[in-house]
T-cell receptor, first 114, second 115 residues
Framework: GNSVTQMEGPVTLSEEAFLTINCTYT??????LFWYVQYPGEGLQLLLK?????DKGSNKGFEATYRKETTSFHLEKGSVQVSDSAVYFC?????????????FGQGTILTVHP | GAVVSQHPSWVICKSGTSVKIECRSL??????MFWYRQFPKQSLMLMAT?????????EQGVEKDKFLINHASLTLSTLTVTSAHPEDSSFYIC???????????FGPGTRLTVL
């Protein structure tokens, strides 16, 4: 079956530091890949997505590239802010669409200090 | 943007009682809604897929008679936890596919505590 593995957290960084959260996946076929963010007290929000190999998703300074050869979708940001403190989830949907059942990673808690 | 609401946001109930959780898409129609369960410091686990006007599809290991799902309209799905027990205490989250926007939107979640 499908699975998503994220680097374990929590991750603690100082403001303006570089962020990487690793994500690898196992899936049949060619899935669509997503990063969701959950701010304290709020619902999950789509941060970025990529639906085919070599696509790069980007939003709010965050980027992730769909790497089929390494089955990875690592999240990066060049300079984090305190407001980026949240839980980040990597996820996939089978079949290259944006509809359907999401399989989530375990989530990574990010805390950014001033 | 598209908004999904859940009600209540938190509920405490006695063991043996039933609890209903509502999930509404406020400004779009959702032909498909999903129900997830999230344990502390763990990921979201899909419980069931709900399609308007038809029976829900449950994931393996989820008791359909315990977690009743009704998707009565294009904007409302409900999850009823029947005869709740302390082990049902969890954070329940719904999401909805927004047709035409290529995006799935999530509700803020409902914290259920069974005493």
């Amino acid at each position: 079956g499908n699975s998503v593995t994220q680097m374990e957290g929590p991750v603690t960084l100082s403001e303006e530091a570089f962020l990487t959260i690793n994500c690898t996946y196992t899936a049949t076929g060619y899935p669509s890949l997503f990063w969701y963010v959950q701010y304290p007290g709020e619902g999950l929000q789509l941060l970025l997505k990529a639906t085919k190999a070599d696509d790069k998703g980007s939003n709010k300074g965050f980027e992730a590239t769909y790497r089929k050869e390494t089955t990875s979708f690592h999240l990066e940001k060049g300079s984090v802010q305190v407001s980026d403190s949240a839980v980040y989830f990597c996820a996939l949907i089978e079949g290259g669409t944006s509809y359907g059942k999401l399989t989530f990673g375990q989530g990574t808690i990010l805390t950014v200090h001033p | 943007g598209a908004v999904v609401s859940q009600h209540p946001s938190w509920v405490i109930c006695k063991s043996g009682t039933s609890v209903k959780i509502e999930c509404r898409s406020l400004d779009f129609q959702a032909t498909t809604m999903f129900w997830y369960r999230q344990f502390p410091k763990q990921s979201l686990m899909l419980m069931a897929t709900s399609n308007e006007g038809s029976k829900a599809t449950y994931e393996q290991g989820v008791e359909k008679d315990k977690f009743l799902i009704n998707h009565a309209s294009l904007t409302l799905s409900t999850l009823t936890v029947t005869s709740a027990h302390p082990e049902d205490s969890s954070f329940y989250i719904c999401s909805a596919d927004a047709w035409g926007t290529d995006t799935q939107y999530f509700g803020p979640g409902t914290r259920l505590t069974v005493l």
